[in-house]
C-alpha cells in the first residue's frame, strides 16, 4: 500500500502543479559533417583542420560520415574516431560498416564508417543493421550490415536518441528507399526525443526520402552542402522528431572536405 500512497501523491502534484511550472526545455547544439576521410577540397588529409572545422561551430554532438579507422593508406591507417574526439575533447561512439582483417598479423583491424562525438554523457550506444549494396564485394546483394550508429546521449539530463547515418550514394535509389524504410523502423523502437543526422546522399524532395517527412521535421530547409567548393545539392541533413523544436540551422562553410557540414541549435522538451 506505501507504493500506491507514493503514486497518489506524485499525481496529486502533477494535477495541482501550472503549466507554467513545467520544466525549461535543454538546449542541445548537433553538426552533422561527412568528413572525406579528413580529406579536404584541395586533396590534401589534414585531420586537424577537419578538427578545427567542428570546433569552431561550437556543436555539443557531433555526427560524422565517412570515417577511417585503421582503414587505408589515404588517411595513414590511423584511428580518426579517437583523434578527432582527443583533440576536440569529447567522448565518441564509433560505429564501422566494414571491418576487415589487418593487412599485417600484427596490425589491428580494419575498419571504416560513422561516428558521434559528444560533450554530453553517451549510457547506451548501438551499431544496427541496414541493408546496404557492399563497395568490398565485386558482385554485392543487397544485404543487412551494420553501419547505422545510435546513441542515447544524456543531455542535461534529457535523454535523446541520437542516429548517425550514411545512404547508400548510387543514381538508383532502390537501396535508399530499404535503408529509410529499416532507419523507420529501428528509430519506432525507441521513445522520447530524436535526432537523425547524416549524409542522405539525396535531396529533400527524393521520392525514396518521402517516408522520413511523415514522422521528422528537416532542420534546414535551405542551404545546398555538396559539393564543397561552390555546393549546388543538399544531400546533408539535421532531421528531428516530436518533442525537438529547431531554433536556428546554419550551413557553414569549409574546405576541409568535399561536403558543408550543417549545423542546427535544437531545443529538447523534457
Keep these: ?92 561512439f564509433f560505429a564501422p560498416i566494414y571491418d576487415l582483417d589487418p593487412l599485417t598479423p600484427d596490425a589491428p583491424r580494419r575498419q571504416y564508417g560513422v561516428a558521434i562525438l559528444s560533450r554530453f554523457p553517451m549510457p547506451h550506444t548501438e551499431n544496427h543493421e541496414i541493408t546496404r549494396l557492399s563497395t568490398q564485394d565485386p558482385n554485392p546483394v543487397p544485404a543487412p550490415a551494420p553501419g547505422f550508429a545510435e546513441a542515447v546521449v544524456l543531455v542535461r539530463g534529457v535523454p535523446v536518441h541520437v542516429y548517425s547515418t550514411h545512404l547508400d550514394y548510387r543514381a538508383d535509389p532502390a537501396v535508399r528507399e530499404m535503408q529509410v524504410a529499416d532507419t523507420l523502423r529501428i528509430m519506432s523502437a525507441d521513445r522520447g526525443p530524436q535526432v537523425l543526422l547524416g549524409d542522405f546522399n539525396a535531396e529533400h524532395d527524393a521520392p525514396e526520402l518521402a517516408p522520413l517527412w511523415t514522422v521528422l521535421t528537416d532542420a534546414n530547409p535551405a542551404g545546398a552542402t555538396y559539393p564543397a567548393a561552390a555546393p549546388t545539392k543538399r544531400i546533408d541533413f539535421v532531421t528531428v522528431s516530436d518533442g525537438v523544436r529547431v531554433r536556428s540551422a546554419t550551413v557553414p562553410e569549409t574546405l576541409a572536405s568535399d561536403h558543408r557540414p550543417v549545423l542546427a541549435e535544437l531545443s529538447v522538451r523534457r
Design 1 to 92: 500500500m506505501r507504493g500506491v500512497g507514493v503514486l497518489l501523491v506524485m499525481l496529486s502534484f502533477l494535477l495541482a502543479t501550472p503549466a507554467s511550472a513545467a520544466p525549461a526545455p535543454v538546449s542541445l547544439r548537433v553538426l552533422s559533417f561527412n568528413i572525406h576521410t579528413g580529406i579536404g577540397v584541395d586533396g590534401e588529409l589534414d585531420l586537424a583542420r577537419t578538427a578545427d572545422a567542428i570546433r569552431a561551430t561550437s556543436a555539443d554532438v557531433v555526427a560524422l560520415q565517412e570515417v577511417d579507422v585503421h582503414w587505408d593508406a589515404r588517411s595513414d591507417f590511423r584511428d580518426q574516431a579517437r583523434e578527432l574526439a582527443d583533440k576536440l575533447a569529447m567522448r565518441v
